[in-house]
């Protein structure tokens, strides 16, 4: 009994197998071209092993393009410009800032009293008619019908006004001088000949100027911004001193600690992440026997002797002397910059192993302030070397993209291969296709004829001939 088989491939016309010879012949066809594609299959895991080790060098390049600017960063002048630094033992109630040139020391400042504003405080009444009222010398229209936040609003937006103006939820308006300080019994003059705004009884509030001492001399200011205390100190009062006195100390000029320290804590941090990612992709093996296109990507840089070369160097550069540069201060070891500490019971830490980096910012600090000059060297000098390591792999034209290049190349080859071998490949299954059609019809005529023979027998038997 012949087996039937359909089959239909993408635009190919329906074919029905078998029905000669018994045989699936779709199903024979397809076995062979499986074998038949075997190298093309090789061909196409070659190519995503190729695409995947792409990929990965080109994100290596970049990880290391960026961590050779943030090394060049060093060397930028601005990092290590002197300037004064000024700190407040209580900066909410007083702040300090440097302006040029402080006499270096501390100083005790108490504040008694903060500078503030002269204020009157009206009643407000809707006009029902035009009214015009003048507050300082400026005149103010106010429409029949217009409320209270109409009118606070046109004195706030005129910039000639002398007040500010604030309406409270009951309606009331208060206005209050723009500059703080003494004002003694007339301020905020208001004429009003329609009666719209009515000064409350016993509301108004002179201007006072700050009083405060610096080191037990007194002291006044119009403003809460005080400039003529401390010589090239710029004080800001934020609070009186109930509890004692605050504690201004100003630093002798130098190069800021916080800069520098913020500029290698960024560096550190990126070197970390860096030579991390690289360790990873030198450490995670090709998996045994692939099946999945992700598993044919894995471990593309498994041992690569030139990213393992770099580490080395990237973290020999780390305790190594710089040539020409005193012992005291010729390596990045000597500011506090080292690679990862040894964990407990004496065993080598993992980030010790990768060679992260650690940084030791009380030691950073000390180097700073004993010998900014050294420092500043010592970095410049540094980063320059680890520069030019890192660039020769990875800046443009480095080997890094010579092997991405030739990864291309190669992709491109392989491409042109894989497609010149589909097309033979379709032109093998449809030769297969016409040779097994071709079988199936003269197996079909032969059974036609050994029929018809048949049936001649027959014929002739029952004839009696």
């Given at each position: 009994?012949?087996?039937?088989?359909?089959?239909?491939?993408?635009?190919?016309?329906?074919?029905?197998?078998?029905?000669?010879?018994?045989?699936?012949?779709?199903?024979?066809?397809?076995?062979?071209?499986?074998?038949?594609?075997?190298?093309?299959?090789?061909?196409?895991?070659?190519?995503?092993?190729?695409?995947?080790?792409?990929?990965?060098?080109?994100?290596?390049?970049?990880?290391?393009?960026?961590?050779?600017?943030?090394?060049?960063?060093?060397?930028?002048?601005?990092?290590?410009?002197?300037?004064?630094?000024?700190?407040?033992?209580?900066?909410?109630?007083?702040?300090?800032?440097?302006?040029?040139?402080?006499?270096?020391?501390?100083?005790?400042?108490?504040?008694?009293?903060?500078?503030?504003?002269?204020?009157?405080?009206?009643?407000?009444?809707?006009?029902?008619?035009?009214?015009?009222?003048?507050?300082?010398?400026?005149?103010?229209?106010?429409?029949?019908?217009?409320?209270?936040?109409?009118?606070?609003?046109?004195?706030?937006?005129?910039?000639?006004?002398?007040?500010?103006?604030?309406?409270?939820?009951?309606?009331?308006?208060?206005?209050?001088?723009?500059?703080?300080?003494?004002?003694?019994?007339?301020?905020?003059?208001?004429?009003?000949?329609?009666?719209?705004?009515?000064?409350?009884?016993?509301?108004?509030?002179?201007?006072?100027?700050?009083?405060?001492?610096?080191?037990?001399?007194?002291?006044?200011?119009?403003?809460?911004?005080?400039?003529?205390?401390?010589?090239?100190?710029?004080?800001?009062?934020?609070?009186?001193?109930?509890?004692?006195?605050?504690?201004?100390?100003?630093?002798?000029?130098?190069?800021?600690?916080?800069?520098?320290?913020?500029?290698?804590?960024?560096?550190?941090?990126?070197?970390?992440?860096?030579?991390?990612?690289?360790?990873?992709?030198?450490?995670?093996?090709?998996?045994?026997?692939?099946?999945?296109?992700?598993?044919?990507?894995?471990?593309?840089?498994?041992?690569?002797?030139?990213?393992?070369?770099?580490?080395?160097?990237?973290?020999?550069?780390?305790?190594?002397?710089?040539?020409?540069?005193?012992?005291?201060?010729?390596?990045?070891?000597?500011?506090?910059?080292?690679?990862?500490?040894?964990?407990?019971?004496?065993?080598?830490?993992?980030?010790?192993?990768?060679?992260?980096?650690t940084l030791n910012s009380a030691k950073l600090k000390e180097a700073i302030e004993s010998n900014p000059a050294g420092v500043e060297k010592m970095l410049q000098q540094w980063s320059q070397g680890l520069q030019s390591a890192v660039n020769s792999t990875a800046e443009p034209g480095g080997t890094l993209e010579a092997r991405t290049n030739g990864d291309a190349s190669q992709l491109t080859e392989l491409t042109s291969q894989i497609n010149t071998m589909n097309e033979m490949l379709a032109v093998r299954e449809k030769a297969l296709q016409a040779t097994y059609a071709q079988l199936e019809s003269v197996l079909s005529k032969n059974a036609s004829q050994a029929q018809w023979l048949t049936s001649q027998e027959a014929s002739l038997t029952a004839s009696?001939?």
């Amino acid at each position: 009994m012949s087996t039937l088989a359909v089959s239909s491939t993408g635009n190919s016309p329906v074919t029905i197998s078998g029905l000669a010879s018994g045989l699936d012949t779709s199903s024979i066809i397809s076995a062979l071209m499986t074998a038949e594609r075997q190298p093309v299959t090789r061909l196409t895991h070659e190519q995503e092993k190729l695409q995947a080790q792409q990929q990965e060098l080109q994100s290596v390049q970049s990880s290391l393009q960026q961590l050779a600017l943030a090394a060049s960063e060093f060397s930028l002048p601005s990092l290590f410009e002197t300037s004064q630094t000024v700190t407040s033992s209580e900066p909410l109630r007083v702040s300090a800032a440097t302006t040029s040139g402080a006499g270096i020391g501390g100083h005790e400042v108490e504040v008694t009293q903060l500078a503030n504003s002269a204020q009157r405080t009206f009643t407000f009444t809707s006009p029902a008619a035009e009214d015009t009222l003048t507050i300082d010398g400026s005149q103010f229209t106010l429409k029949a019908g217009e409320t209270a936040k109409e009118l606070a609003s046109a004195i706030n937006s005129d910039s000639s006004a002398t007040v500010y103006a604030a309406v409270l939820e009951s309606g009331t308006l208060v206005l209050s001088n723009r500059a703080t300080g003494t004002t003694g019994g007339e301020f905020i003059k208001v004429s009003d000949p329609g009666g719209a705004l009515v000064e409350k009884a016993e509301t108004a509030k002179e201007g006072k100027d700050a009083e405060y001492t610096v080191d037990g001399v007194a002291g006044s200011s119009s403003s809460n911004n005080v400039t003529n205390a401390i010589a090239g100190v710029t004080l800001t009062l934020n609070g009186l001193t109930t509890t004692g006195p605050v504690t201004i100390n100003v630093q002798a000029p130098g190069a800021s600690v916080s800069a520098v320290e913020a500029q290698v804590q960024s560096f550190v941090k990126l070197y970390n992440s860096t030579i991390e990612a690289i360790q990873k992709q030198l450490t995670t093996k090709p998996i045994a026997k692939p099946e999945k296109t992700s598993e044919y990507s894995t471990g593309t840089l498994f041992g690569d002797l030139e990213l393992g070369s770099l580490l080395a160097n990237m973290r020999q550069s780390m305790y190594e002397p710089v040539a020409g540069l005193p012992g005291e201060m010729s390596s990045p070891a000597d500011i506090g910059i080292g690679v990862g500490a040894a964990s407990g019971g004496g065993a080598t830490s993992q980030t010790a192993i990768e060679g992260q980096l650690t940084l030791n910012s009380a030691k950073l600090k000390e180097a700073i302030e004993s010998n900014p000059a050294g420092v500043e060297k010592m970095l410049q000098q540094w980063s320059q070397g680890l520069q030019s390591a890192v660039n020769s792999t990875a800046e443009p034209g480095g080997t890094l993209e010579a092997r991405t290049n030739g990864d291309a190349s190669q992709l491109t080859e392989l491409t042109s291969q894989i497609n010149t071998m589909n097309e033979m490949l379709a032109v093998r299954e449809k030769a297969l296709q016409a040779t097994y059609a071709q079988l199936e019809s003269v197996l079909s005529k032969n059974a036609s004829q050994a029929q018809w023979l048949t049936s001649q027998e027959a014929s002739l038997t029952a004839s009696g001939i």
